[in-house]
């Protein structure tokens, strides 16, 4: 019972490199988020997929881009990577939006941007 | 005035401790709240939800929300070393949720 898979767990790049985070959910859940946390900032939502088929723009998506590939797979892009998207993402899904059933995370993506 | 406050600690309490943890919050439409526990290096766990106000107790851990004053608290009896996390408030309406910063806990053998 994988849950949600992220790879990589760690990558380190140079400012204006590209690279795709990779996010996989086997639960049949129809939404899917990413989020970064930073310290003192918590975690801020760039973008989700409320459905297949389906993405929006959450709080922080300047200098992202995602796709939703099918119900399993969310990834997000980074187009030119700056020092500022040094963080670490997490990919969630939840059965269906924001209700209680809450999310189920994924271990994290290490990123920094050199 | 932020949509959810959440003192970020640390707070270190010795084993066997009661602990309290709180959380503050603006918006009243809020409808559903939930508590995340986070390990160093991992992802949030999702540890205990309610609906509304009231009191809901799993084992060793309490959540308590109380709509009237936007407040809610997780309380940890017989607290463990295993306990020492980041723990989140979140909570969440229609089309959103809205996590806490996160308050560090530390439990001293």
């Known amino acids: 019972n994988a849950g949600v898979t992220q790879t990589p767990k760690f990558q380190v790049l140079k400012t204006g490199q590209s690279m795709t985070l990779q996010c996989a959910q086997d639960m049949n859940h129809n939404s899917m988020y990413w989020y970064r946390q930073d310290p003192g900032m918590g975690l801020r939502l760039i973008y989700y997929s409320a459905s297949e088929g389906t993405t929006d723009k959450g709080e922080v998506p300047n200098g992202y881009n995602v796709s939703r590939l099918n119900k399993r797979e969310f990834s997000l892009r980074l187009e030119s990577a700056a020092p500022s998207q040094t963080s670490v993402y997490f990919c969630?899904?939840?059965?269906?939006?924001?209700?209680?059933?809450?999310?189920?995370f994924g271990s994290g993506t290490r990123l920094t941007v050199v | 005035q932020k949509e959810v406050e959440q003192d970020p600690g640390p707070l270190s309490v010795p084993e066997g401790a009661i602990v309290s943890l709180n959380c503050t919050y603006s918006?009243?439409?809020?409808?559903?709240f939930m508590w995340y526990r986070q390990y160093s290096r991992k992802g949030p766990e999702l540890l205990m939800y309610?609906?509304?106000?009231g009191n809901k107790e799993d084992g060793r851990f309490t959540a308590q929300v109380d709509k009237s004053s936007k407040y809610i608290s997780l309380f940890i009896r017989d607290s463990q070393p295993s306990d020492s996390a980041t723990y989140l408030c979140a909570m969440s309406e229609d089309d959103k949720i809205i996590f806490g910063k996160g308050t560090r806990l530390h439990i001293l053998p």
């Open positions: 918006n009243s439409a809020f409808q559903y």
């Open positions: 969630a899904s939840s059965p269906q939006g924001w209700g209680a059933e809450g999310y189920t």
């Open positions: 309610t609906y509304s106000s």
